[in-house]
């Protein structure tokens, strides 16, 4: 009999565990699924508000926007931090997920440069901001919370669940941008059918917030509530207090920088150097992409679980190792599969599609496509736009865009070659939050552990795609001044996560304790 009530006591537990989860996953995925779709919609928003004079300075500007609202995240660590372990985790990262949400909504309602100029950047940009602190507040809330619920010796197994939503979010977006685009078709989605993403994401906000009410108080702070434990000032604790300060630089330098560089190149920076460096077709990148996350994604849950058996550490630092070491043969072996310069061209069946039209202003604008075909299979699309004014007859600077479509085989390679890159990630960011949830206390651990995470994550990781590709305009365009100058431009981008990881790395294997135990709650 008392075998039956304690196995039923511990399938309740279970359900109750899992619901936690759940209602904690939902909410997350939803944020960085609003923070994604602006880094997965870059190279459309560049042209959408900011000038078109130069493309190469759009999609940068656009890159920055996107890196300012990981800028501000270690602030937004700061602010719900603070506000989850005075008040609660619950109805903090409620907060957090309204201005998410919110902000999401508006990014999807501002008018384009052409329509109100300068204040179209500015708008987007102030509301990337609000994204940041409140995407600051939501993980450390989230991990917390369902790290207080897990049993002793399984908070690795149990916190990678929340591990995935980032990952997840970003899978989420790609395919809700992918259905939109083909539902709507190229020109329109080019045109205003963006924006039907981020008007989306106020609906999927709606939902997690009902679920997100149901939540009760995490029991460990509910019971420090109950004993007037409650930190009275958690920032002055968690960083005027020379020993927890200490574990939060070692946190940051010793895991969080290393594996943020690693999350954003494998993943986002992987999907730009697809579309600007090799110039695939915008479906088939975003397609190698997706496949890539989806396949890798259990894997997170893999790495959390052993975690809890052989410590968070060994993994957490092979996976950084693998990047250092293999990111460029990886993204060079990337480039090659679509370098034309190495493919026989079938130039018989080259085709030429010559169309006019008349622009509503009256002008008369010209496309021109190419098609290419290539012996292992290969297609490049070449389209020039050349728009002529009826009051002159001097046409204004062609527009030229290039589009890869690769054979089934190098499809698949890509693929493979991005789904390793994720499975690094895996290794370095599932383990993480149990690792940072059991450096810190219950009173002041949302503080603690949110601003090295945002830190390391939103500096050091969210400015991966905007170093590196400016890395790389840099090199290539001191190449054009004096070619040969720098050998492979292409990969310079990669040395930023390279040295970022190997500073991360070496600190994290002379300084970081490999312990799969839980901390002794205070």
Known sequence: MIGNRAKARQAIDKRTLFSVISASSVG????????????????????????????????????????????V???GALVFGRLGDLVGRKYTFLVTLVLMGGSTFAIGLVPGYATIGFWAPLL????????????GGEYGGAATYVAEYAPEGRRGYYTSFIQT????????????????????????????????????????????????MRMAESPLFAKLKTEGKVSKNPLAESFGKKQNLKMVLLAL???????????????????????????????????????A?????????????????????????????????????????????????????????RTIDRKLSSQPNGDRLTTTTTTHFYADGTTLKETERVIRGEA?????????????????????LMILLVFVQVLYVTMVYGPIAAFLVELFPTRIRYTSMSLPYHIG??????????????????????????PGTVDKPYLEGLWYPILVGGVCLVIGLLYVTNSTSERVEE
């Open 73 to 75: 995240r270690p602030f």
């Open 253 to 291: 330098f010793g895991a969080t920088a290393g594996q943020g560089v690693i999350w954003y190149t494998g993943q986002f920076y992987a999907l730009s150097f697809i579309q600007k460096a090799c110039n695939v077709e915008f479906v088939q990148s975003n397609i190698i992409v997706a496949i």
């Open 28 to 71: 997350t995925l939803i944020e960085w699924y609003d923070f994604y779709i602006f880094g997965s919609l870059a190279a459309i928003l560049s042209s959408q508000f900011f000038p078109k004079d130069n493309p190469t300075a759009a999609l940068l500007s656009t890159l920055a926007t996107f890196a300012a609202g990981f800028i």
């Open 165 to 212: 939503t980032a990952t997840l979010g970003l899978f989420v977006s790609l395919g809700v941008i992918l259905l939109t685009r083909e539902a709507l078709g190229v020109d329109t989605f080019a045109d205003w059918g963006w924006r039907v993403p981020f008007l989306l994401s106020i609906l999927l906000v709606a939902v997690s917030i009902l679920i997100r």
């Open 124 to 135: 987007v940009l102030l509301l990337r901001l609000v994204q940041g602190l409140a995407l």
């Open 457 to 482: 994550n939103g500096v050091f990781g969210g400015l991966t795609p905007f170093i590196a590709t400016a890395l790389v305009a840099t090199a290539t365009k001191a190449n054009e001044a004096a």
């Open 392 to 412: 002159t007859a001097k046409p204004a600077p062609a527009e030229v865009t290039k589009a890869v479509t690769l054979p089934t085989n190098n499809l698949l």
């Open 293 to 349: 996350l989806l396949v890798a994604t259990p894997f997170f849950i893999v790495f959390g679980g052993w975690s809890d058996r052989i410590g968070r550490k060994p993994i957490m630092l092979l996976g950084m190792a693998l990047g250092i070491l293999t990111y460029r043969p990886i993204y060079d072996m990337m480039y090659s599969l679509t370098d034309l310069t190495q493919k026989q061209e079938i130039t018989d069946a």
